[in-house]
């Protein structure tokens, strides 16, 4: 054991805004015990990719970027001790900012935090997001068309047209969900813009993939990758006693 690391860890307990200034500093430039990477962001395809990049709430994600970036002032080499050096000068409500941020670009996609910060945030993709084409094209079958023209213009109209192309119903609900952003300001269906991501149907895709790994049926299809569809949002509210 190294009797100065002790020292200053006990030094550290006296001083909690010291030590939180630390941790981000490891959180920006991980080193020692500590290794913090951002998720990597990946996408199955240029389109997908640069309909993410071109999206409100990425340009949002990146102007941010820039601000903690002028805010920190440090070389782009900095060190943690630098980084640390920094913080300590900076006000708390900045170090906030700047952990904020850190700690919203190292949060992994599909982890089951996502939707745990989501449900406590009220966030709502309606506020930074809306479907375009790239969207729409990765809708692939009819019934999943059908589900979304029922969310979005009604039971009566999705049944009506429920002996339509798929290409068809896919129309209609680009139609529909722009009459509704002229009305209400919605931007697709409701529950697609919730946190977690809600299913538009049972059944379906979901459960064959779990059948043919020999899993139990999920019954829910177009949640978010990884996130227990919805089941972590009841584990969270249990959690904080709701």
Do not use: C
Not at 70 to 92: G, M, Q, S
Not at 164 to 174: A, G, H, L, W, Y
């Amino acid at each position: 054991m190294n009797s100065t690391a002790t020292v200053a860890r006990l030094a550290l307990l006296r001083d909690p805004a010291t030590a939180f200034r630390l941790m981000v500093s490891h959180t920006i430039a991980p080193t020692g015990n500590r290794q913090v990477l951002p998720d990597p962001q990946r996408a199955r395809s240029k389109e997908i990719e640069a309909s993410v990049v071109k999206g409100p709430a990425h340009q949002q994600f990146d102007a941010e970027y820039k601000a903690v970036i002028a805010l920190l002032d440090v070389p782009k080499e900095a060190d943690t001790v630098v980084i640390f050096a920094r913080l300590l000068k900076i006000a708390d409500t900045e170090v906030m900012r700047v952990a904020a941020f850190a700690m919203a670009l190292t949060l992994k996609v599909g982890d089951e935090n996502v939707e745990a910060v989501g449900l406590h945030l009220n966030a709502s993709a309606a506020e930074v997001w809306q479907a375009d084409e790239v969207f729409f094209d990765l809708i692939r079958d009819r019934t999943t068309a059908n589900a979304m023209l029922a969310d979005v213009a009604g039971k009566s109209v999705a049944k009506s047209n429920l002996p339509e192309k798929m290409k068809t119903q896919k129309q209609i609900v680009r139609v529909s969900q722009r009459r509704k952003w002229a009305r209400q300001g919605r931007k697709l269906a409701a529950r697609l813009d919730a946190v977690p991501v809600q299913a538009l149907w049972q059944g379906g895709i979901a459960n064959r993939r779990r059948r043919q790994a020999g899993g139990q049926s999920s019954r829910t299809v177009l949640n978010v990758p990884g996130t227990g569809g919805g089941r972590n949002a009841a584990r969270f509210a249990s959690a904080r006693g709701n």
